[in-house]
């Protein structure tokens, strides 16, 4: 009877190994914040508790390393990006929107979650969001009232607002809703109640 030889996995480039660590900690954080333990973060990674310190070295580290990714705004550039500048207004302001509310809710939460108070590093980068996003609103300038880099300021703006919760929870306002405002204003009709 030939014995056939059962091979291990090739073992991950540290990189790799501490890339997939990181993705498993960010909803563990989210869920339970700094009271994660190290069997947890090995349970979702589906790994040996000794290889998180091996990766990483101690708790803090991994946690660090996770908010780090959490708050790389590049994911966010790169969705912007991805924004077809030909689409119609309409659904160019829907998508700015839905990816920067995702984006804030999630620095909120994660934010929250780890107890970090104080404005999130890396948060510097407001002026290439406004050029990103007036790129994107470029075509349509003669429809808009504002400068796009100014709309682009304004729909940040809102689109912030309505991911803190407080702000937001007695009267939540959807996606949908917010881009109707931003292109549509509160007014329903001119006024014309005083031409006759």
Request: cysteine-free; glycine content about 6%; charged content about 25%.
């Amino acid at each position: 009877m030939e014995l056939t030889k059962i091979s291990r996995a090739r073992p991950l480039p540290l990189d790799d190994r501490r890339a997939m660590i990181v993705d498993a900690v960010i909803p563990l954080l989210l869920e339970h914040g700094r009271d994660i333990t190290t069997r947890q973060i090995a349970d979702e990674a589906g790994i040996a508790e000794g290889t998180i310190f091996r990766a990483f070295g101690d708790k803090e580290s991994i946690i660090q390393a996770a908010v780090d990714k959490f708050l790389d705004p590049l994911p966010l550039r790169t969705a912007l990006r991805s924004i077809d500048p030909d689409l119609p207004l309409e659904q160019k302001v829907h998508d700015i929107l839905f990816h920067l509310r995702a984006r804030f809710a999630g620095i909120i939460g994660i934010m929250s979650a780890i107890g970090m108070t104080g404005r999130p590093p890396g948060h510097g980068g407001r002026n290439e969001f406004a050029e990103i996003v007036a790129e994107v609103l470029e075509p349509e300038a003669a429809r808009l009232r504002l400068d796009p880099t100014k709309v682009a300021y304004l729909v940040r703006i809102i689109a912030f607002a309505s991911s803190i919760g407080p702000f937001n929870d007695a009267h939540p306002l959807s996606t949908d809703e917010l881009a109707d405002i931003i292109l549509h204003g509160i007014v329903t009709r001119p006024d014309n109640d005083n031409e006759e």
